[in-house]
C-alpha cells in the first residue's frame, strides 16, 4: 500500500510508481469517484471517442478504396480472430 502525504494546501503527489500503473504521463488527468463508505476510487480518464474524432482517421494514408463487401469481409474476419 502507498501512503500519500497531504500538503496544507489539500495537495497530494502521486509517487512516479503510482502514475506508471495508472499509465498516466505529464498533463493526463485523474479521475477520482466518491464511494458512500468514505473511500474512493481513482483511475485515469481516458476520453471517450467518438464517430467524428474516428471518421477521416485514416484519411489519405492508403490509395485503395474497399468496397462494402470488402470492408464487412475485414470486419468479419477481424472478430473471428483471423487477420
Known sequence: MTTLTVTSR???TFRK???QH???RPG???E???LPDGRCMLKAARPAGTI???VGLLAGRSKK???IEEINAAAAQG???RE
Open 10 to 12: 489539500g495537495q497530494v
Open 17 to 19: 510508481e503510482v502514475l
Open 22 to 24: 495508472l499509465d498516466i
Open 28 to 30: 493526463e488527468k485523474i
Open 32 to 34: 477520482l469517484d466518491l
Open 52 to 54: 467524428d474524432s474516428f
Open 65 to 67: 478504396i474497399a468496397t
Open 79 to 81: 472478430w473471428a480472430g
